[in-house]
């Protein structure tokens, strides 16, 4: 397992092996969404989040995200989404077969620590840690993801061949196959990755990773590049909600048309009507920091298959510092704070301590006993919530 990594104090000048000897700021310079790194032994003696056995146990449940992909005789490919009992994965000797746990940082420490020595890129960007297992020649095929990744080889072998950008064009897949996999692919670069090597990859590069003298196991780090219509859509129906809370107390105006006349052409679209459509999302958007707010909230919601146990909610006399559970997302911005979804305004010193606790996603006992009275009744009840855990 991996040690815990604390993030508070990361010095983004400072030349680390997890980047090939780049500081972060040089890897953010010369590296993302730009062109490809190869690092070896970025964690020298890396060991995997979980084991093989509890990898297993893990894609039996039902509230983890899991998938199996299997290649058969004649290139004929498979795909099976979990839950995935023991009973339903092949044998350990077969080839040609790969399992896949994504999000292992909502459910193990170790990853989510892995996570958290990302953070060198904005919190809002990152998404999660995915763990494929593969058995010897098993893999998913070409393939080419829009977002950046970095893939960590955990255990094992893994050979790894990527091609240039495909440019603006979406690349042709196939369409005999139940993955998003590439009709053609050309390969550049090959490169054989042993346990502590990682390649980074950003976005639009297509690669193609196969397990190699036996199994192997790969860490992903994952980030967020939601789309445009994406975005606008999750906004809208955020600033909708917000909207019809609103109205509560003090409705919004309906449509009223007195001096509409007879028409002989019912099915043509009454321009005063258009006119109110474009005055309501005026309307939505009209409220100073609207987007912003909206944006943080759901930049910080929980994926939905997260919930939350309830720690004890007596912070104030346990003496303890506390820090942020595994799968609570907080974020801020020059006036509000967002915790899982929810927005609050906080000023002066409380609003530090916010920041503070986002940042390093924990506090000591003595700045939560230095909390104002309002301060420390949200971190008891975020505590009861179970957005928080009492430090060790």
Known sequence: ????????????????ALLGGLSPVQFMRRHWQKKPLLVRQAIAGVAPTVTRAQMF????????????????????????HGPLPRRDLPPLAQRDWTLLVQGL??????????????RFVPAARLDDVMLS????????????????????????????RIGPSAGRRPAPLRDDVPLKMLARFEPEHEWLLEAGDMLYLPPGWAHDGVAVGGDCMTTSIGFRAPRADELAQALLVRLADAADAADEAQ???????????????????????????NEAIRRALAEPRAIARTLGEWLT??????????????????????????????????????INGESLRASGRDARLMRTLADQRRLD?????AAST?????????????????SA
């Not at 940082?105 to 892995?114: C, E, F, I, R």
């Not at 006992?365 to 006993?369: D, E, G, I, Q």
């Open 1 to 16: 397992m991996m040690a815990q990594h604390d993030n508070c104090s990361m010095d983004v000048n400072q030349a680390q």
């Open 133 to 160: 297992y593969a058995s010897d020649g098993g893999g998913v095929g070409p393939h080419i993801d829009s977002y950046d990744v970095f893939l960590l080889q955990v255990q094992g072998r893994r050979r790894w």
């Open 105 to 118: 940082d909502l459910h193990v420490d170790a990853a989510h620590a892995l996570l958290s020595r990302f």
């Open 301 to 338: 919601e929980p994926k939905a298959q997260v919930w939350f146990e309830a720690a004890n909610p007596a912070v104030q006399n346990a003496g303890r510092g506390v820090q942020l559970d595994r799968r609570s997302r907080m974020a801020y911005d020059t006036r509000l704070i967002f």
């Open 365 to 369: 006992a003595r700045a939560v006993l």
């Open 374 to 390: 309002e301060a420390r009744a949200l971190l008891d009840e975020w505590l009861a919530n179970g957005w928080l855990q009492p």
């Open 57 to 80: 146990a893990l894609v039996a449940r039902d509230d983890v995200e899991s998938r199996l992909v299997q290649r058969h005789a004649g290139d004929r490919w498979q795909l099976r």
């Open 251 to 277: 409705p919004a105006p309906r449509y009223r048309d007195p001096a509409q006349a007879a028409t002989t052409t019912p099915a043509a679209m009454p321009e005063a009507l258009q006119r109110f459509a």
